[in-house]
């Protein structure tokens, strides 16, 4: 459990969110977009570009969902995975149906929301600067 103190720590190195962490980061996110890029699967353009980003983010999940499971084998770790897992290749599916994209855009923006408040926090200086596009339908 130190190990999560410290890395929850947002000042922390350890964090994955932090600066120190941007090049481990970069390098999973890579990862993802390899995979996601060499799938079959039909994903829209506008998720396609984040589907990276929203795994890694699944990822982080799945890993503090582990650290405190204290079943047997860590069963519950697993069995969230594995629904999990399913769960999130429908959301890719139905997120091509035209009246899901506006859903889609949606969840888009809290990701952009995510990522500024990181940013905020590691540079206090930024202001924020995106500009939301929800209306625009």
Aim: proline letters at 7%; one cysteine or more.
């Amino acid at each position: 459990m130190l190990l999560f103190k410290t890395a929850a720590d947002p000042r922390s190195p350890l964090n994955p969110f932090s600066n120190e962490s941007t090049p481990l980061r970069r390098e999973s996110t890579e990862l993802f977009a390899k995979v996601v890029r060499g799938s079959s699967a039909r994903i829209h353009p506008d998720l396609e570009v984040h589907l990276p980003k929203l795994l890694w983010l699944y990822q982080m999940g799945i890993v503090l969902f582990w650290i405190h499971d204290t079943s047997p084998g860590c069963d519950r770790s697993y069995r969230l995975t594995e629904r999990t897992v399913d769960l999130i290749v429908q959301l890719i599916k139905v997120a091509n149906f035209p009246p899901m994209r506006r859903v889609t855009r949606l969840a888009l923006n809290v990701l952009a929301d995510l990522e500024d408040n990181i940013a905020l926090s590691a540079t206090p200086d930024r202001s924020d600067q995106r500009q939301d596009s929800d209306d625009e339908e």
